[in-house]
């Protein structure tokens, strides 16, 4: 951790910093600390259109983190697979459509990490209870591997596993904390990742909660 990032009572980055974890994988401590509480505004708007829900699995397994989308594709799984629709299948209606201040700091933070012009169409919302987790996999629903990934987590502080491309490949251990951002684009787009089960360390923010929004150009 460079010296000048000083961490507060609650976590939460107090300066922005850029630390590279791959050729084109970038974290950008603190990048969305400023609009934080907007982006919460919005994820409470979204939720009363649609709401978070715990989607089943191919295999049968219940996950343990709650997710709803919102934009013009939304990410959905089920007995029958993974993949992204237009609609969400619990109200039958579009997706909430995505908020400006959402996608507009996900272009500047892809911009910041070497991905000029970086327009997504879902975006992925996880919520984190505690004890919840999220098993190493990649993200390989997207059409177009060559756009990058953008995610901005709120609230409790989590530890991501930031892996290889072989399931097997050893992972770092990375904390991520309110208002960080990763970008992931290149050769690091197909990385395994995943997060370990959240502690419960309430964030004056969100309480017992942790929001991760992953931003995608899916279609
Ligand atoms: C991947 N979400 O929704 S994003 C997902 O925090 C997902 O909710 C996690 O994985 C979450 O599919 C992690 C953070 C992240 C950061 C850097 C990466 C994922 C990355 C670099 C390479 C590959
Ligand atoms: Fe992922």
């Not at 459509?97 to 996880?126: K, T, V």
Request: glycine share 10%; with cysteine.
């Amino acid at each position: 951790m460079p010296a000048n990032l000083t961490l507060p009572l609650f976590g939460d980055a107090t300066q922005s910093s850029r630390e590279q974890l791959g050729q084109h994988a970038w974290l950008l401590r603190g990048f969305a600390l400023a609009q934080a509480d907007e982006l919460l505004t919005a994820i409470a708007r979204i939720r009363a259109q649609s709401p978070f829900r715990q989607m089943r699995t191919p295999g049968g397994f219940t996950m343990s983190v709650a997710l709803n989308n919102c934009g013009a594709l939304g990410w959905t799984s089920d007995a029958s697979g993974y993949r992204y629709t237009p609609r969400d299948p619990l109200t039958g209606q579009a997706w909430p459509p995505m908020p400006l201040p959402l996608l507009s700091l996900a272009a500047q933070a892809a911009e910041a990490a070497g991905f000029p012009g970086f327009i997504p169409d879902a975006c992925l919302l996880n919520r984190y209870p505690p004890g919840s987790r999220l098993s190493l996999h990649q993200d390989r629903n997207e059409r177009d591997f060559s756009a990058p990934i953008v995610s901005v987590s709120l609230g409790m502080g989590a530890v991501f596993l930031f892996g290889g491309h072989a399931r097997n490949d050893k992972a770092a251990r990375i904390p991520l904390l309110h208002g960080d951002v990763a970008v992931w684009g290149g050769e690091d787009r197909l990385r395994y990742h995943g997060i370990l089960p959240l502690k419960d360390q309430p964030h004056p923010a969100t309480g017992s909660l942790r929001y991760n929004l992953t931003f995608r150009k899916a279609g």
